[in-house]
């Protein structure tokens, strides 16, 4: 049936035509206002271009520093490996990737103590939060880092 296929209503327009006469609707400057650069064929003005004058990006002093081979940790709550873990099995960065605890495959792993730890279970990541390395050791189970 694919000869019979056709193109929903609506989706198919005219290309309008341009500068052909006044009672088109697009007659004279044909859409593009007065005179001047933009009315021009090939005339463009780049994003930021201030017509000559000093632009505003350039005005502005350049401060800090951006550090762009800094690793970005990724996050997961004490109560989120509480929930999905029994007592006694082994949270690692794989396993908790595993259980959809944390998006994505790459960077370091940290624990951060939101949530409510009851199960004596074994976490093992990069980084821990003071709070989540109490409240797993209050718990008795164990906070290792990798």
Do not use: Y
């Amino acid at each position: 049936m694919l000869n019979r296929l056709k193109a929903p209503k609506g989706a198919n327009q005219k290309k309008t035509r341009r500068g052909r006469g006044e009672g088109s609707g697009l007659g004279k400057t044909s859409g593009r206002g007065g005179k001047g650069q933009t009315a021009r064929s090939g005339g463009n003005i780049k994003p930021g271009f201030e017509g000559g004058q000093m632009p505003l990006q350039r005005k502005l002093p350049k401060r800090g520093f951006t550090n762009i081979f800094k690793e970005k940790a990724r996050i997961v709550n004490i109560g989120d490996i509480v929930a999905a873990f029994k007592a006694g099995e082994v949270a690692d960065p794989a396993s908790i990737a595993e259980r959809g605890l944390v998006k994505g495959k790459k960077g370091p792993l940290k624990v951060l103590g939101t949530g409510d730890v009851k199960a004596a279970i074994t976490v093992r990541a990069n980084m821990f939060s003071k709070s989540a390395i109490d409240k797993i050791k209050a718990a008795g189970g164990v906070a290792e880092v990798i």
